[in-house]
C-alpha cells in the first residue's frame, strides 16, 4: 500500500494560500491608509484583491520504493498512483456579519440502486435455494428494474451460477455450462446499467459516508477527508481574515466557494490502491463538490466505462470497417436485403453506444460495446465483444481490432435485432456481464 502521508499537508497548504490573500489584503488596506494620511488631498481609493481562483493539480507517482509528487506529467510517465485537481474561488464576503468558522460538512455519494438496493432477506433465501451456497453472506444479491438475481462465485467466473426472479416470477435459473442459457434476466441488467450510464452517473441511492470519513481507513477515504479538510482549512483561513483590527473596515472578508476536488486513482480487485500497472487494475474517478458550508456531494464515476471521447469513437468507428461490419452483419441472422438498414441502425447508435472493459492483458482490451436504437418501430439492441490492442502515442488513441479465437473480429453475443422473441445470445453475454459487475463490487468497497 503506498504511503500517503504527503497529502496530509494538502489542507494546510490550502488554508496558507488563503491567508497570503488576505495578507495581501490587509497590506493594500494598510498602504492606502498610510497615502491617504500622508497626502490628504490626493484622490482617495481603497486597493485589494477582490477575487481570485485557485487550482492545484498534482500527481504522485512511484519510483522504485519511493513515492513522489509531481507538478507537470511528462508523456512517457509511468506507475502514476493519483492525479489530484483542487480548485476553489476567493470572493469578497456580501454578509453584514463576517463569515462563520466552518465544520467539516455531511458526505453523501450517490451508487448505482443495482448495487445497493438490495432484495429482503426472504427474497434472499428464495434465489438462495437455486444456488449449490446457502449462506446469504457468500453470495451476491442484486435488484433491477423490479428484478432480482442472486449470484454464486462472482469471483470465479468459470463455476458462477446466478438464479433470478423476473418481476414476481421465481423458479428460474441459469447454471453456466450445464444448463440452457437463458438471456432475459442478463438483458435486463444491462437495461438498468444503460440507464444508469447514460444518465450520467447519477442516478441511484445517496448513501452518508460521513462515519466513513470520521475515521478513514480505507486510502481512498482517507484522500476524500484530506480533500475534505482542505476546504476547511480554506474556508477557516478567510473567516479568520474576519477580524476586529482597524482595517477591517478597509478590506473585504473573504469567503471560499465552488470548491471542487477532481480525483483520478488505480485500484486492484480487491478495492485497494495498486502501486503498480497490472493487467487486473481499474481507474477509479471521483469528485468532490461543496455545494453548501454544511453539506458536499461526492460523484462516483464507474470503472472503465466510455460513453463519448476520443478513444471511445475509435473503437466503435474500428467496427465500421466493411470486413468487420460484413461480419456482425452475418451472424446477426438478419436477411441479406437488410444491410443497409443494418449499418444504419449501428450509426445511428454510435452516439449513445456503451463501450466498457472487462479485461486487460498488456495492451489487449476486452471490450463490450452495446448499440441501443430504434429497429422496426421498437427498441433494439446490439451487444458485441471485442478485443483491441489499445495504445496512446502521445497526441492520439490508437485501437487495432484483434481477432478472436473463432478467426473473427468481433462476436455478436446479444441481439434481438431479429424479433423480440427471437434472441441471439451466447454464453459470453453473461460472463461479460458479470466481470464488469466484479469491477464494480471493488469499486463500490472504496466507499464502505
Known amino acids: 500500500m503506498p504511503d500517503l502521508a504527503d497529502l496530509e499537508k494538502l489542507p494546510s497548504a490550502l488554508g496558507a494560500l488563503v491567508r497570503g490573500i488576505d495578507k495581501t489584503n490587509r497590506d493594500l488596506a494598510l498602504a492606502g491608509w498610510s497615502r491617504a494620511r500622508k497626502r490628504p488631498f490626493a484622490p482617495r481609493g481603497s486597493y485589494f484583491v477582490r477575487s481570485s481562483a485557485i487550482r492545484i493539480k498534482v500527481f504522485i507517482q512511484k519510483i522504485g520504493h519511493k513515492i513522489f509528487f509531481f507538478f507537470i506529467r511528462g508523456p512517457e510517465t509511468k506507475d502514476v498512483i ?3 485537481e483542487v480548485g476553489f474561488g476567493v470572493m469578497p464576503w456580501v454578509g453584514d456579519t463576517p463569515p462563520a468558522v466552518p465544520s467539516l460538512p455531511a458526505v453523501s455519494v450517490t451508487m448505482p440502486s443495482f448495487l445497493v438496493d438490495l432484495p429482503t432477506d426472504s427474497e434472499m433465501k428464495l434465489l438462495a435455494k437455486k444456488l449449490p451456497e446457502k449462506n446469504l453472506s457468500k453470495l451476491d444479491f442484486l435488484r433491477f428494474n423490479g428484478n432480482l438475481m442472486g449470484i454464486y462465485s462472482l469471483t470465479d467466473l468459470t463455476v458462477a451460477q446466478a438464479a433470478w426472479m423476473l418481476r414476481g416470477i421465481s423458479n428460474a435459473q441459469s447454471v453456466f455450462g450445464r444448463f440452457e442459457f437463458a438471456p432475459v434476466p442478463f438483458a435486463a441488467l444491462l437495461e438498468a446499467i444503460e440507464e444508469w450510464a447514460v444518465g450520467g452517473f447519477q442516478e441511484g441511492l ?11 481507513q480505507h486510502p481512498v477515504a482517507k484522500i476524500v477527508r484530506g480533500m475534505l479538510d482542505g476546504w476547511v482549512n480554506a474556508a477557516s483561513a ?24 477532481d480525483l483520478v486513482l488505480r485500484l486492484n480487485q480487491a478495492g485497494e490502491i495498486a502501486e ?8 477509479l474517478h471521483i469528485t468532490l463538490a461543496v455545494e453548501s458550508p454544511g ?29 468487420v461490419l460484413q461480419e456482425l452483419f452475418h ?3 438478419l436477411p441479406g436485403k437488410r444491410r443497409a438498414e443494418f449499418e444504419a441502425f449501428l450509426r445511428r447508435a454510435k452516439k449513445p453506444s456503451l463501450v466498457f472493459r472487462t479485461l486487460r492483458s498488456g495492451n489487449d482490451d476486452t471490450e463490450f460495446l452495446s448499440f441501443k436504437g430504434e429497429w422496426d418501430g ?12 489499445v495504445k496512446f502515442d502521445g497526441n492520439a488513441w490508437i485501437v487495432k481490432l484483434e481477432e478472436l479465437d473463432d478467426g473473427s473480429r ?10 423480440p422473441k427471437v434472441l441471439i445470445s451466447t454464453r459470453d453475454f453473461p460472463l461479460q456481464l458479470l466481470g464488469l459487475l466484479l469491477q464494480m463490487r471493488a469499486w463500490q468497497k472504496a466507499f464502505q
Not at 445517496?206 to 478513514?216: T, W
Open 331 to 333: 451472424q446477426s441472422q
Open 238 to 261: 478567510a473567516a479568520a481574515g474576519a477580524s476586529n483590527d482597524p482595517f477591517d473596515a478597509l478590506r473585504p472578508f473573504l469567503d471560499v466557494r465552488d470548491y471542487r476536488g
Open 82 to 84: 493519483l492525479d489530484l
Open 410 to 419: 468481433g462476436r455478436v453475443i446479444y441481439s434481438d435485432l431479429t424479433g
Open 295 to 323: 453539506f458536499a456531494k461526492l460523484t462516483a464515476f464507474p470503472p472503465d466505462f466510455l460513453l463519448t471521447g476520443e478513444l471511445h469513437d475509435e473503437m466503435i468507428e474500428a467496427l465500421f470497417d466493411s470486413e
Open 276 to 283: 503498480k500497472e497490472a493487467d487486473d487494475n481499474f481507474h
Open 206 to 216: 445517496a448513501i452518508s459516508v460521513d462515519s466513513a470519513l470520521a475515521n478513514p
Open 378 to 389: 421498437r427498441v433494439g439492441h446490439f451487444v458485441v465483444h471485442a478485443i483491441y490492442q
